[in-house]
């Protein structure tokens, strides 16, 4: 059964400090999305790949906030440096497909992360 | 843009009543749709998809897309205790170069409570 995998799960860091969390998607899918989910703001799409390339990060902070894909079974999302305020789940989701394709999404279990 | 509007929630219902989730969208284009399901502390989960003119059925909940209404209403004839969780519509819109939107648009979700 492949699922998205995700660490780590959990994440506790002072403000200031640098955040990575890395993802990965199923064997063979082409897209990757990071999400946020607070409860005041509910699920954000931050960035998404497509075959490695971003497309866009428009949902993203830039001036803290970076995602990279080095290669396909891997993704990256990296604050620095974290706030408070970016405490919240992270998921990472996978999809595939081609043109005319329904790309529904399957999710990581998420990072928690809180800064204090 | 998409947009989804979904039922205002909570919903709290009793065990073995009937569920209906109302999920209406906006879309200049042919589209894929999906509904969601979050259990406390879990991911997004994929409950049911579909496109256009066919009905899905999963886990005992049924979903049928109705272009005259731009609707994709959620229902199951009994709920168990075990299907409290936040439920999400979403969708993705399919355009005619395949090279548009990758991403899905999600409704805000609905929380639903089901009580013995």
């Known amino acids: 059964d492949a699922r998205v995998t995700q660490t780590p799960r959990h994440k506790v860091t002072e403000m200031g400090q640098e955040v990575t969390m890395r993802c990965q998607p199923i064997l063979g899918h082409n897209t990757v999305f990071w999400y946020r989910q607070t409860m005041m703001q509910g699920l954000e799409l931050l960035a998404y790949?497509?075959?490695?390339?971003?497309?866009?990060d428009s949902g993203m902070p830039k001036d803290r906030f970076s995602a990279e894909m080095p290669d396909a079974t891997l993704a990256t999302l990296k604050i620095q440096p974290s706030e408070p305020r970016d405490s919240a789940v992270y998921f990472c989701a996978s999809g595939l497909g081609g043109q005319g394709a329904r790309y529904e999404q399957y999710f990581g279990p998420g990072t928690r992360l809180t800064v204090t | 843009g998409d947009s989804v509007t979904q039922t205002e929630g909570p919903v709290t219902l009793p065990e073995r009543a009937a569920l209906t989730l109302n999920c209406t969208y906006q879309s200049s284009y042919s589209t894929f749709l999906f509904w969601y399901v979050q259990y406390l502390n879990k991911e997004p989960e994929l409950l049911l998809k579909s496109s256009e003119n066919q009905e899905t059925d999963s886990r005992g909940f049924q979903a049928s897309p109705i272009k005259s209404d731009s609707s994709f209403h959620l229902e199951k004839p009994s709920v168990q205790l075990s299907d409290s969780a936040v439920y999400y519509c979403a969708l993705r819109d399919i355009r005619d170069s395949g090279a548009g939107s990758y991403q899905l648009t999600f409704g805000k979700g609905t929380k639903l409570s089901v009580i013995p």
């Open positions: 790949f497509r075959n490695r390339a971003p497309l866009d």
